[in-house]
Every structure is written in C-alpha cells, then in structure tokens.
T-cell receptor
Framework: DTAVSQTPKYLVTQMGNDKSIKCEQN?????MYWYKQDSKKFLKIMFS???????INETVPNRFSPKSPDKAHLNLHINSLELGDSAVYFC????????????FGEGSRLTVL | GDSVTQMEGPVTLSEEAFLTINCTYT??????LFWYVQYPGEGLQLLLK?????DKGSNKGFEATYRKETTSFHLEKGSVQVSDSAVYFC????????????FGQGTTLQVKP
C-alpha cells in the first residue's frame, strides 16, 4: 500500500482551464503539505494543513486553493491555469508540525500548454 | 532569512568513487538538518538526518555530520554505485519551528559503470 498517493500522476491541459490534484495518506499523520518543484528541481512549500486546519500559506496566487476534507486527504485546486504553473506538485505528510521528517508522494506533473 | 546552499551539479562519478556533496546553511539557533534523495520519476525520501551539533546521520553507506561552527552538513559516501544516481537535497528545519522545511536547490548525481 502506497503511504502517500497522489492523482493524477500526469496532467496536460490548456491555459485558462481549472484542474485539481488529489492526495491521500494512510500513515495516520496529522500534517500534510503541498510543495512545488520547478523545472530546475527547486522545491518550495506552498501550503500546510494540520488536522484539517490551514497553518502555512506561502505567497501563492489565490488561483491556488487547497482543501482538506479530513486529516488523511489534501487536495489542490488551480483556477485559470497559466504557463508558469507547469511544474511537479508534491504532496507530503508528517506526524506533526514540529518535524522535518516528511513522507512524499510520487508527484503530479502538470503541463500547461 | 533561513536558506540552504548546495554545490552545483551535475556530479558525474565512476562506480566505486568517493562522493562528497557540499551543503551549507544560514539559520538562527539550531536547526535540524536533513538529506533527502529523489530517484528518477519518484518523490523525495528521507536519507538521513541530524538534530544537534556534532551528530552524524548515516544510512545506506551515506554519512553527514552536523558542523555548527562551519554551518555545514556535507554528504559523503565512500564507494558509490550506479543505483545511487539521483538528485540529492539538503534541507533544514529551523529551530524557530515555523513548520517549514527549507530545501537547497538539489544536486544531481550520475554514477557511470
């Protein structure tokens, strides 16, 4: 069983469309994250939730809206996609907020044409 | 602000060569230090960690020592294998407990047979 799973793995879409990426973890962790990895492999945190509550919201365009229906799930919805949104989006989880030991999903590669 | 700097890649080595990937950080207090590895097409995995000065983290033949005086956490392996080819990320988790794991830019390692 995959510990942190994301769907879809690949997403190709046109500019202006709206898309969602879903994430689920079966580790019983309280904290979940979204990270963006750009074409140069640089990783930057976007959002973090702890027990369904948003605790980190980095400088991200408000076209990006995370949602955590329960502590095992964290979804990312993106409105009005732009070329610059093309990246790999990683979901991650950790047992609590005060640790840097994260468990990552395999990533969702978003390509905006 | 807190930041991590890694040596530029790619690093290309022959099998059984000695590996060093340099990592230095800027942070107040005593951050926890991590190395993560990303194999092709996969998410990041924790490779090793150290939480206080002079701690040595080790795993799968890789080692890194927390050097407070030089603010460094260099990754080493005595004899690399082709299967070690991956992107290696140094990361810090600040003691200010912002909840944000801060990554370096990643170093690509290619090991040739």
């Amino acid at each position: 069983d995959t510990a942190v799973s994301q769907t879809p793995k690949y997403l190709v879409t046109q500019m202006g469309n709206d898309k969602s990426i879903k994430c689920e973890q079966n580790l019983g962790h309280d904290t979940m994250y979204w990270y963006k990895q750009d074409s140069k492999k640089f990783l930057k945190i976007m959002f973090s939730y702890n027990n369904k509550e948003l605790i980190i919201n980095e400088t991200v365009p408000n076209r990006f809206s995370p949602k955590s229906p329960d502590k095992a799930h964290l979804n990312l919805h993106i409105n009005s996609l732009e070329l610059g949104d093309s990246a790999v989006y990683f979901c991650a989880s950790s047992p609590r907020t005060d640790t840097g030991e994260l468990f990552f999903g395999e990533g969702s590669r978003l390509t905006v044409l | 602000g807190d930041s991590v700097t890694q040596m530029e890649g790619p690093v290309t080595l022959s099998e059984e060569a000695f590996l060093t990937i340099n990592c230095t950080y800027t942070a107040t207090g005593y951050p926890s230090l991590f190395w993560y590895v990303q194999y092709p097409g996969e998410g990041l995995q924790l490779l090793l960690k150290a939480t206080k000065a002079d701690d040595k983290g080790s795993n799968k033949g890789f080692e890194a020592t927390y050097r407070k005086e030089t603010t460094s956490f260099h990754l080493e392996k005595g004899s690399v294998q082709v299967s070690d080819s991956a992107v290696y990320f140094c990361a810090i988790f600040p003691s200010s407990n912002t909840g944000k794991l801060i990554f370096g830019q990643g170093t690509t390692l290619q090991v040739k047979p």
